[in-house]
């Protein structure tokens, strides 16, 4: 077994174990993948050292983006209910943190992230150096990884942005932010109540809210005012909420539901009794409502992965193996017209080269009375009929091939874009 396939198979064995773990319901999923593998490499759409399963985030991701001092530290040190990130008014810290399960408290740094099989981070940097040229080599500066032995952990991963505005690497940041993101079930975009000017955080605004509300995946986003606490002492909070409320729908979020809420532990003392009264009585719904979509992560990230797993089976079923009978039906057909052309006329020129070389009458009168001769002639004809049709073979298969990429080159929403010209190859040679 070569090194690459060692390293893929190395991933799913690691991927089964951890999930025996931490959720033993989606183990039998794996196997489902593997002989979606062994399927489509058969097929040629997908190589020997690929795995569809790795092309699949696996654990819930939570994550947590928005400015600095929008209180997510403290949401998570809430949540989890340890001290486990640091908080601050100013930025406290400029790398995105990785918080999972684990044995036993540990903080390592992001090469962790970056050489782990199991982890959706695995080989990021190669990300990171195609966007930012010798930043790959500077994973540590931009990731690190927590694990804590909290049940909240189990099952699902959580992550702690820098503050968006906060970090001077910005492009390698905001590659990272994409990807992540992409990979989450689950985005909570924090704004600080604190601060009541929407217009200073516009960046914020254009990055986290109007490129993100036209995704097919909107749902999954979580507009989160927090801290609103302090504008309650001020008896200045509706003011606060709806300044926030338009520049939201000034950057296209016009639907969907914006949410309040502060940390009950940190108010505490700041507020009166009826200040306090009137906060929970219209904030303990959002919070409750925060916590119920983190809890459901799992759930949905399962439905998730077995829709992934249905939605490959169906593409190559429905898409990729249509294509391929198609195209093998047109090879087919090229090559028998090309064998009824050009079969006879190479025979019929292999005749007049050799009775080039002996006369006509004589080449017949030792084929009839030469047994030996006979073999010669025979395996002479079988060898050209052989080698004219393997060559149109050949060509015929590399014509159809090019046909299919160029009739694929524009269809981006064509999964097997890329892979199905070398499977049609694949399946079209000699043996």
């Known amino acids: ?69 929008a209180g997510k530290s403290s949401f998570i040190n809430t949540y989890l209910d340890v001290k486990l990130q640091r908080t601050g008014n100013q930025a406290v810290d400029d790398r995105f943190t990785v918080i999972c399960y684990g044995s036993e408290p540990r903080t390592l740094p992001g ?48 992550i702690d942005s820098p503050g968006f505005d906060a970090d001077a690497q910005r492009t390698s940041t905001l590659r990272i932010t994409d990807q992540i993101i992409d990979l989450s079930d689950l985005v909570l975009v924090f704004f600080d ?34 801290q609103i606490d302090t504008s309650a002492a001020e008896d200045n909070s509706e003011e606060v909420v709806a300044a926030w409320q338009r520049a939201l729908a000034e950057s296209g979020l016009t639907a969907g539901r914006f949410h309040v809420i502060y940390n009950p532990a940190v108010a505490a003392g700041k507020l009166s009794e009826a200040q306090q009264q009137r906060l929970e009585k219209r904030l303990s719904s959002d919070l409750a409502d925060v916590l119920q979509r983190i809890e459901n992560v799992s759930v949905s990230r399962a439905y998730r992965i077995v829709g992934t797993l249905e939605q490959i089976a169906d593409s190559i079923a429905q898409d990729a193996v249509p294509q391929l009978q ?24 292999t005749w007049l080269a050799a009775i ?38 050949w060509i015929a298969a590399r014509a159809v091939a090019v046909s299919l990429r160029r009739r694929f080159a524009a269809r981006a929403d064509f999964r097997w874009r890329d892979e199905l010209a070398p499977a049609f190859l694949l399946g079209t040679a000699w043996w």
């Open 1 to 69: 077994m070569n090194q690459p396939i060692a390293i893929t198979e190395q991933r799913l064995q690691l991927l089964e174990a951890h999930l025996r773990s931490e959720s033993p319901f989606l183990v039998d999923v794996v196997a489902s993948f593997r002989r979606l593998d062994w399927i489509a490499r058969g097929l040629g759409l997908l190589a020997p050292d690929e795995s569809f399963a790795t092309q699949v985030s696996w654990w819930p991701l939570v994550s947590l983006l928005g400015t600095f001092s």
């Open 111 to 158: 090469v962790a992230l970056d050489s782990d099989l199991r982890f959706p981070f695995y080989r990021i940097s190669d990300e990171i150096e195609r966007v930012a040229a010798g930043e790959g080599n500077r994973i540590d500066s931009y990731l690190q990884l927590k694990t804590l032995p909290s049940d909240k952990l189990r099952g699902r991963i959580l």
């Open 193 to 226: 109540a604190r601060h009541p000017e929407p217009g200073a955080m516009r960046d914020t605004l254009e990055h986290l809210v109007s490129k993100t509300i036209q995704r097919s995946d909107a749902a999954k986003f979580l507009y989160v005012l927090n």
């Open 326 to 349: 198609a195209a093998r039906t047109r090879w087919r057909r090229h090559v028998l017209i090309a064998d009824l052309v050009l079969l006879p006329l190479a025979l019929f020129l």
């Open 356 to 393: 080039r070389i002996e006369p006509q009458e004589q080449l017949l009168d030792r084929l009839r009375h030469d047994q030996l001769w006979l073999g010669v002639a025979i395996a002479a004809v079988v060898l050209v009929a052989a080698a004219v049709h393997y060559a149109v073979r």
